[in-house]
């Protein structure tokens, strides 16, 4: 309760009015006060007057205030003793009494005697309050005197209660009742509380209103119970007057069960209350909470309460439409401001009742932790927890927790949380440091979809928020990538190039933050170097460009620096960050070309692109592995279709040529050297009567390569020409196959003849020569095979999608020819334990990959405990026949010298026991599209054979066996596990970072959606050939009476066949069991 003697602003107001009124007049001086006589009530034979004048106070007529002529306080002591001493008392009283009733019948009177006194004495000199009361005032403050001034006062109001306000702004109703505010003593307060009921009940409703708000500064404590249960009575019978009666009810000491009967009585009205009324039925029911009914309380309020309702959908569209134009005004502007501040001000109401009571904020995070349904959660709740958050920090912990567990059970998704800025994102602004907090939080979690969150809560932000909270969500996403975290840089990327996409012109705005990452490139892998590229060319190549200039300089400086680097780690960065820039800089000219004005900027731009890609082409020229990625960086960009077609033309002029020179021989002119294996052509898929046809010169260039490297003298002849690494063919031939793809829109008989040409090798089949080839030979020969299985894989992903019955034989065919291959392959890694084949996948960023062998004999070795290392160098001194990838090992593989010496004469005669699984390699291959998926549609396919008059001699039926189906599944299940299965974000210690990505570059490229759309499509003939396999193992086991090594399986098959079904399964697990999308 307040302090009584403490002034009402109500009250003051009036004074200030009153001041206000004498504003014209000029201040009085003693002397002026004196000569105004004539204004002054003469003395008659009124006790009233007399009294009064005997006291110090002197009554003046008309506008004129009453004047004190000694300080308030001995004006009512010495009434007091006055009326007190006199011979007729106490019938002095009433003659007074009546002497009063008399003078204020006079309206002008009434009103001085309402309004404040005027002061002779000077204010130095007083010893009371700085203001002055009223006359009634004055009088109300003799106990003696007070029930009768109160009576006259209540039985004189009802004459002012249906006029209107005076011209002078005064009310008369409210003038009277202010005099009854803030009493030192009310010597009858149940009487007075009756008159003012009674008051209540006949006054027209805007003074009801008024005098409800006023009860509490009139009463006492001893009459508060009272007037709570008049006012409860009241609050049913008149509604109108619900706002007024609640505020007053927070304010008395009342009975529980009183509180716990109105408060029932609101909440079954709240869905049913204007939305001006809310906050303060909020604030009365959150005001009546107790510890035994808070969680009760709290719980009924959020199912009553939906806010969401309160939003028109007038005012969202509002509200979308000042996102796209924040200068525009909707013309509801009024209406929906209107209503946003009643949301604004119900919303402080709760945060001040949470932020001090600490049983409401628990009640209200324990109500909606037992909301179990996703479908029961509000808007409401996750506003409320966010509140919560930033209000209290005992909680922040345990709030996270709650949050956690309803986004992992699927309660909090991302329509609600977008449902939830767009509707309250005024209230979310004033907490925006909490969220950011929270968000940065969220991105630090090892869950994916906890990840997910926060990813979101930075996004809508940044869409909702202001200019200074969009560029706190960039510095915090900065922080993010500059971290060293790999997850967090990959989220934090993702999220700007979101944020790029949503709003550019204001992420551009920021884009001085954005470009700081540039000095923390060192750290980042080669796919989030080309996030970070992307994210910068657009902020610097959108339109208008002049606005940023600055980052096109600072992006040119960095990639001409890598680039002209002799390390290949600063090489790399160079060559995917000038790609990347080449890329959106065509894309931009493309879309500018199309008016006239921008033809010429456009051609322009275009030769800055052709410069760029040259530059790059020369830096990368002198290293096979730079020149290798940078085909591939240029093939993603035109797999992409982000090569404008000049571009393209000038790509397509040189790429078909340079190929040719490079790789493809006549098939009659056999290659002569010193090579100590056979040349021979094999793998040809058309039987050629002439020798007019063409061959890729593999075999040759592999030689002549280790041949230079090994310090041999080349012939004039052959120094003069360019030596071409074979490292680099298998992604030129992609560059290749992808530009003549794009010219002409998808058809690839421009190149046909490599889909059916050999290659030049030597017989590969070892037989019993594998034992008496030397260690560089095994060597050798490894790195034919594996750069002869990545061309055939980039074959595979070429032609894959061909139609013609005769295309889809022979790409089944160089199936059949790769898993051949790689059977042969095994068998020489076997007993080639220290082999590091060539790179196939040029986008790493560190130089320590190498492959784990699992052969029979580490494995021995394993179990003994006994695991040697030795460092290699890329001098030439290791095995690899190619510049490949160097590191200084410690694997577990590798034994010493002796232990594998005498290991090896132990497992000697048995190579059946060894065993080599590729899967170890899988670094070391060309990564298959998921386009070549197709082929699992595939049954019977009638390839025809053509004479050399191109009439058919014969056909041939072609299908999909099973080695080739294993090889598809197995490639497709670790796609499915890379991209579609959830995985723990956290990389373990001393392992290689992003080893688990190595080999799905071109995967990456593409969203999780977007995979598992297609493999979606292979639902159908995966789920025959699983009905297929399971018929097979049907039939097996009724042929075998149910005995799985019966005399008449064949192992080899039988392996093959589960293998597919294990396969199978875990697709179809990865992708429904797993995927959270």
């Known amino acids: 309760m307040f302090s009584k003697r403490r002034r009402s602003k109500s009250e003051e107001k009036e004074n200030t009015t009153e001041h206000a009124s004498q504003a014209g007049k000029q201040p009085l001086s003693k002397k002026t006060k004196k000569s105004r006589v004539h204004n002054e009530v003469e003395e008659n034979d009124s006790v009233f007057v007399k009294l009064l004048k005997t006291s110090g106070i002197i009554l003046k007529t008309g506008k004129s205030q009453n004047q004190l002529a000694v300080d308030q306080i001995i004006v009512q002591k010495k009434l007091f003793q006055t009326l007190r001493k006199h011979p007729s008392y106490p019938n002095i009283i009433e003659e007074f009494i009546s002497g009063l009733e008399s003078y204020i019948e006079d309206r002008d009177n009434f009103r001085n005697c309402l309004l404040s006194c005027e002061r002779l ?89 008024d005098f409800v708000t006023s009860l509490p500064e009139i009463l006492g404590d001893s009459q508060h119970a009272d007037v709570g249960k008049e006012l409860s009575d009241l609050l049913t019978e008149n509604t109108l007057l619900t706002v007024p009666i609640l505020d007053v009810l927070s304010s008395l000491r009342l009975d529980p069960k009183l509180l716990s009967k109105v408060r029932q009585l609101m909440m079954g009205k709240l869905s049913s209350v204007r939305l ?197 969500v960039v510095g915090a996403l900065v922080t993010h990538i500059c971290s060293g975290n790999e997850a967090e840089v990959d989220t934090a990327l993702d999220i700007l190039l979101e944020l790029v996409a949503l709003n550019l012109s204001a992420m551009r705005l920021n884009a001085v933050f954005v470009k700081g990452i540039l000095d923390y490139l060192d750290n980042m892998s080669p796919q989030q170097i080309r996030k970070l590229f992307y994210i910068l060319s657009t902020l610097a190549f959108s339109k208008p460009r002049e606005a940023s200039s600055h980052i096109q300089d600072d992006m040119h400086l960095v990639i001409r620096k890598q680039l002209s680097s002799t390390i290949f780690k600063y090489k790399l960065v160079g060559i995917i960050g000038a790609v990347t820039m080449a890329g959106i800089m065509t894309a931009d000219s493309r879309s500018f070309s199309l008016t006239q004005e921008g033809a010429a900027l456009s051609n322009e731009q275009c030769t800055q692109v052709t410069s760029l890609l040259q530059l790059v082409h020369s830096c990368s020229k002198q290293s096979p592995r730079a020149s290798a990625l940078y085909y591939d960086e240029f093939a993603n960009l035109i797999q992409e279709g982000k090569l404008a077609s000049k571009a393209l033309e000038w790509v397509g002029q040189t790429i078909f040529n340079d190929f040719q020179d490079a790789f493809v021989v006549d098939l009659c002119v056999v290659p002569e050297g010193d090579c100590p294996f056979p040349v021979k052509a094999l793998y040809g898929l058309e039987e050629y009567n002439s020798r007019d046809g063409i061959a890729i010169n593999l075999l040759p260039l592999l030689f002549s390569q280790d041949f230079a490297r090994d310090g041999g003298r080349m012939t004039s002849q052959e120094s003069d020409q360019k030596l071409v690494s074979p490292l680099c063919l298998a992604p030129y031939f992609r560059l290749l196959r992808l530009c003549v793809e794009r010219q002409h829109n998808g058809n690839l008989e421009e190149i046909d003849g490599l889909l059916d040409c050999p290659v030049f090798l030597t017989d590969l089949e070892p037989g019993e020569r594998l034992e008496s080839m030397s260690v560089k030979e095994h060597s050798f020969v490894c790195s034919l095979i594996f750069l002869t299985l990545n061309w055939f894989r980039e074959i595979v992903n070429a032609f894959c999608r061909q139609t013609s019955p005769e295309m889809k034989g022979k790409v089944l065919t160089r199936l059949k020819h790769i898993v051949e291959l790689q059977r042969i392959l095994e068998k020489y890694l076997a007993v080639t334990p220290d082999y590091v084949p060539p790179l196939a996948n040029f986008d790493v960023e560190t130089l320590d990959v190498t492959p784990h062998t699992s052969t029979a004999v580490s494995a021995k070795i394993r179990k003994q405990g006994k695991i040697g290392g030795r460092n290699r160098k890329a001098d030439g001194s290791k095995t690899s026949s190619l510049d490949s990838l160097s590191k200084e090992d410690s694997s577990e593989c590798d034994p010493t010298p002796s232990d594998r010496s005498q290991l090896e004469k132990e497992f000697k005669g048995k190579e059946e026991k060894t065993s080599v699984s590729l899967q170890n390699y899988r670094a070391f291959f060309r990564e298959l599209d998921i386009e070549v998926f197709s082929i699992l549609h595939c049954g019977l396919v009638t390839k025809f054979i053509l004479d050399t008059e191109m009439h058919t001699e014969a056909t041939e039926v072609v299908q999909l066996q099973p080695p080739e189906l294993l090889f598809l599944l197995e490639d497709l299940s670790q796609k499915v596990e890379n991209m579609l299965t959830p995985v723990a974000r956290r990389v373990p210690f001393l392992k290689s970072k992003g080893s688990r990505n190595i080999g799905f570059s071109h995967l990456h490229q593409r969203s999780a959606q977007e995979i598992a759309y297609n493999i979606v499509q292979l639902l159908t003939p995966m789920c025959n050939h699983l009905e297929n396999i399971h018929n097979y193992f049907q039939c097996l086991a009724a042929e075998n009476q149910g005995v799985a090594d019966g005399p008449g399986v064949k192992v080899q098959e039988y392996h093959i066949m589960s293998s597919s079904y294990q396969r199978l399964l875990q697709i179809f697990h990865g992708l429904f069991a797993c995927f959270p999308g």
């Open 121 to 209: 004495q000077d204010e130095e000199t007083s010893m009371g309050a700085s203001y002055s009361k009223s006359l009634i005032k004055l009088l109300l403050g003799i106990d003696i005197l007070q029930p009768a001034i109160i009576k006259t006062l209540f039985e004189k109001l009802p004459e002012f209660l249906f006029e209107k306000v005076n011209s002078d702004g005064i009310s008369m109703p409210r003038l009277i009742i202010n005099q009854l505010k803030w009493l030192d003593r009310v010597v009858d307060g149940k009487d007075l509380t009756t008159k003012i009921m009674q008051l209540i009940s006949i006054a027209p409703l805007y003074l009801q209103h």
């Open 276 to 472: 001006d009324d809310l906050p303060v039925i909020i604030k009365f029911i959150l005001h009546s909470v107790t510890t035994t009914d808070a969680l009760e309380v709290i719980s009924e309020l959020r199912e009553q309460l939906d806010l969401q309702h309160c939003i028109l959908p007038s005012q969202l569209q509002a509200f979308q439409s000042r996102l796209k134009n924040k200068e525009q005004r909707s013309s509801s502007g009024n209406q929906e401001n209107s209503g946003q501040d009643c949301v604004i001000l119900l919303f402080d109401v709760i945060k001040s009742a949470v932020r001090y009571e600490k049983t409401i904020s628990e009640a209200w995070i324990k109500a909606i932790e037992n909301t179990a349904s996703g479908s029961e959660h509000k808007v409401f709740d996750l506003t409320m927890l966010l509140i919560i958050y930033s209000t209290n920090t005992q909680t922040k912990k345990y709030i996270e927790k709650v949050l956690r567990n309803k986004i992992r059970s699927g309660c909090f998704q991302e329509q609600l949380l977008q449902s939830t800025f767009c509707i309250h994102y005024l209230v979310l602004k004033d907490v925006f440091l909490s969220i950011l907090s929270l968000a940065q939080s969220f991105l630090h979690s090892l869950d994916q979809s906890i990840v997910l969150f926060g990813s979101l809560l930075y996004k809508y932000a940044f869409k909702f928020f202001d200019t200074y909270c969009q560029q706190e």
